[in-house]
């Protein structure tokens, strides 16, 4: 069986509370009435029978029986007064009149004394030996109990329906009190599930109560510092990834170096030994296709050892304008038989940074390649060199197709590539180096087409 909630709870024992201090004070308050009236409404009666016994006094005297049936019926029309007698001395019956009721009757008898002046009286034999007024009749009153016994059932159905009208609204008005309670921890509960569901940007509307908004603001903060540490620890992960990855790498570039590097190195001089001997001159087509397959495969093995054991940086003061300049000028010597150009527009002033140049170098050959790739090996491809505040930005502009959207965040991981003869490591490579240097590198596409890497140097 399910537990009831605080909701619940709260409502049973509100009701319960509320309900038995009402009908216990009712209680109490029905007896109090119920004494009170009870006492008043024979205070009444006794009253008029007193008065009628007064009245009735001269009628006994003189044995006046018409005024005294005069009196019991006047007394008559009381209400409640069902019956009057008026008896003498002898309990013989001086006035009798009584109402037909089916209400239940009481009755009060009340002795007729003789009044006493200042002047002696006649009716000195009235009195007993110790000079006590004796009475001289007596009147009978016969009342219905019938209407004061109406009204206690009325008030008590009143006070029961009072009561449970207090009792309800009582509950209503708590209902509503409770529900504003719990109603924030029901929100925090469904957001704690749709959180475990996955949903991390869930987060909880504060409440309108002091302690309600403390809680909210407390679970958003937890979920707020979840979230940072969800975060810190994907990217323990990836940093982890990426030295597994390195630390896989340098294994497998050891293995190249011994494996590869060297009878890679005796392939190339047996093929130079054997085109000196055999007379086979540079425009051979299997000799031409020989030598790029070699070179192709020594570069993708500098590349990986170039990856996985990064040279440690020499820095040094290096003006920036002539850096780009050499740069340049290696490539143009490089692509002379292409058509392909580089237009550059440097800074006014000189400007210099504090870099190592070799790897700097390096960095900008992987990404003019990579331009001149998209550009087919034709075109122009722009450098640009600004200068905002103490940040050096060199832009490379080619007028390619652009870098698909979904891998403008992937180009920087190594070993992704989307040539067929791409190692994947150049701009991982630019990347590494220019974290060392206190830079950056990043990529956006143009609108007009092509795509604009971005490097960014602190100016010494």
Same mark, same amino acid.
């Given at each position: 069986?399910?537990?009831?909630?605080? *909701?619940?709870?709260?409502?049973?024992?509100?009701?319960?509370?509320?309900?038995?201090?009402?009908?216990?004070? %009712?209680? +109490?308050? +029905?007896?109090?009435?119920? #004494?009170?009236? #009870?006492?008043?409404?024979?205070?009444?009666?006794?009253?008029?029978?007193?008065?009628?016994?007064?009245?009735?006094?001269?009628?006994?005297?003189?044995?006046?029986?018409? +005024?005294?049936?005069? =009196?019991?019926?006047?007394?008559?029309?009381?209400?409640?007064?069902?019956?009057?007698?008026?008896?003498?001395? $002898?309990?013989?019956? @001086?006035?009798?009149?009584?109402?037909?009721?089916?209400?239940?009757? $009481?009755?009060?008898?009340?002795?007729?004394?003789?009044?006493?002046?200042?002047?002696?009286?006649?009716?000195?034999?009235?009195?007993?030996?110790?000079?006590?007024?004796?009475?001289?009749?007596?009147?009978?009153?016969?009342?219905?109990?019938?209407?004061?016994?109406?009204?206690?059932?009325?008030?008590?159905?009143?006070?029961?329906?009072?009561?449970?009208?207090?009792?309800?609204?009582?509950?209503?008005?708590?209902?509503?009190?409770?529900?504003?309670?719990?109603?924030?921890?029901?929100?925090?509960?469904?957001?704690?599930?749709?959180?475990?569901?996955?949903? *991390?940007?869930?987060?909880?509307?504060?409440?309108?109560?002091?302690?309600?908004?403390?809680?909210?603001?407390?679970?958003?903060?937890?979920?707020?510092? =979840?979230?940072?540490?969800?975060?810190?620890?994907?990217?323990?992960?990836?940093?982890?990834? *990426?030295?597994?990855?390195?630390?896989? +790498?340098?294994?497998?570039?050891? !293995?190249?170096?011994?494996?590869?590097?060297?009878?890679?190195?005796?392939?190339?001089?047996?093929?130079?030994?054997?085109?000196?001997?055999?007379?086979?001159?540079?425009?051979?087509?299997?000799?031409?296709?020989?030598?790029?397959?070699? #070179?192709?495969?020594?570069?993708?093995?500098?590349?990986?050892?170039?990856?996985?054991?990064?040279?440690?940086? !020499?820095?040094?003061?290096?003006?920036?304008?002539? =850096?780009?300049?050499?740069?340049? !000028?290696?490539?143009? @010597? #490089?692509?002379?038989?292409?058509?392909?150009?580089?237009?550059?527009?440097?800074?006014?002033?000189?400007?210099?940074?504090?870099?190592?140049?070799?790897?700097?170098?390096?960095?900008?050959?992987?990404?003019?390649?990579?331009?001149?790739?998209?550009?087919?090996?034709?075109?122009?491809?722009?450098?640009?060199?600004?200068?905002?505040?103490?940040?050096?930005?060199?832009?490379?502009?080619?007028? %390619?197709?652009?870098?698909?959207?979904?891998?403008?965040?992937?180009?920087?991981?190594?070993?992704?590539?989307?040539?067929?003869?791409?190692? %994947?490591?150049?701009?991982?490579?630019?990347?590494?180096?220019?974290?060392? *240097?206190?830079?950056?590198?990043?990529?956006?596409?143009?609108?007009?087409?092509?795509?604009?890497?971005?490097?960014?140097?602190?100016?010494?």
């Amino acid at each position: 069986m399910r537990n009831p909630g605080i *909701h619940a709870r709260l409502l049973i024992a509100v009701f319960a509370i509320i309900g038995c201090t009402t009908f216990a004070l %009712g209680y +109490m308050g +029905m007896n109090i009435t119920h #004494q009170f009236v #009870q006492t008043r409404f024979e205070e009444r009666i006794s009253f008029l029978a007193k008065y009628l016994a007064l009245n009735a006094e001269l009628g006994i005297l003189i044995d006046d029986k018409p +005024m005294l049936q005069r =009196l019991a019926i006047n007394l008559l029309s009381e209400k409640d007064v069902m019956g009057v007698t008026v008896f003498d001395r $002898s309990d013989g019956e @001086l006035a009798s009149i009584l109402k037909e009721t089916a209400e239940p009757l $009481s009755v009060i008898d009340v002795p007729v004394l003789l009044s006493r002046s200042q002047e002696v009286s006649p009716f000195q034999w009235n009195e007993d030996a110790d000079g006590n007024n004796l009475p001289i009749g007596r009147v009978r009153i016969v009342y219905s109990t019938g209407g004061i016994e109406q009204l206690l059932i009325n008030m008590r159905s009143r006070f029961i329906w009072l009561s449970s009208g207090i009792v309800m609204l009582a509950a209503v008005i708590f209902y509503f009190l409770s529900h504003s309670l719990v109603a924030p921890l029901t929100k925090l509960a469904q957001a704690a599930r749709d959180v475990e569901r996955g949903n *991390h940007d869930m987060r909880v509307q504060p409440g309108s109560l002091p302690e309600t908004r403390e809680l909210a603001l407390a679970f958003n903060s937890m979920l707020d510092s =979840l979230e940072r540490s969800s975060s810190a620890l994907e990217d323990v992960y990836r940093k982890m990834i *990426h030295q597994k990855n390195l630390a896989e +790498m340098g294994k497998f570039s050891m !293995m190249v170096a011994h494996e590869v590097k060297n009878p890679l190195s005796i392939i190339k001089s047996s093929l130079d030994v054997l085109k000196e001997d055999m007379s086979i001159t540079a425009d051979n087509t299997m000799v031409r296709y020989m030598e790029d397959e070699i #070179q192709r495969l020594n570069r993708l093995i500098e590349d990986f050892l170039a990856f996985a054991h990064p040279a440690k940086p !020499m820095f040094r003061r290096v003006e920036i304008n002539s =850096l780009i300049r050499e740069i340049v !000028m290696r490539f143009d @010597l #490089q692509k002379a038989k292409l058509p392909v150009k580089i237009s550059t527009d440097l800074l006014e002033e000189p400007c210099h940074v504090n870099a190592d140049p070799d790897l700097i170098i390096r960095v900008f050959d992987n990404i003019l390649k990579n331009a001149f790739e998209a550009n087919g090996d034709k075109g122009i491809v722009n450098v640009s060199i600004s200068r905002e505040g103490e940040t050096l930005y060199i832009d490379v502009e080619d007028h %390619g197709g652009g870098v698909d959207p979904e891998n403008i965040e992937k180009i920087f991981e190594p070993f992704f590539t989307t040539r067929s003869k791409g190692s %994947g490591l150049g701009l991982a490579y630019a990347v590494q180096v220019l974290r060392t *240097h206190g830079g950056a590198i990043t990529v956006k596409n143009k609108g007009e087409g092509g795509a604009v890497f971005r490097v960014t140097l602190p100016i010494e």
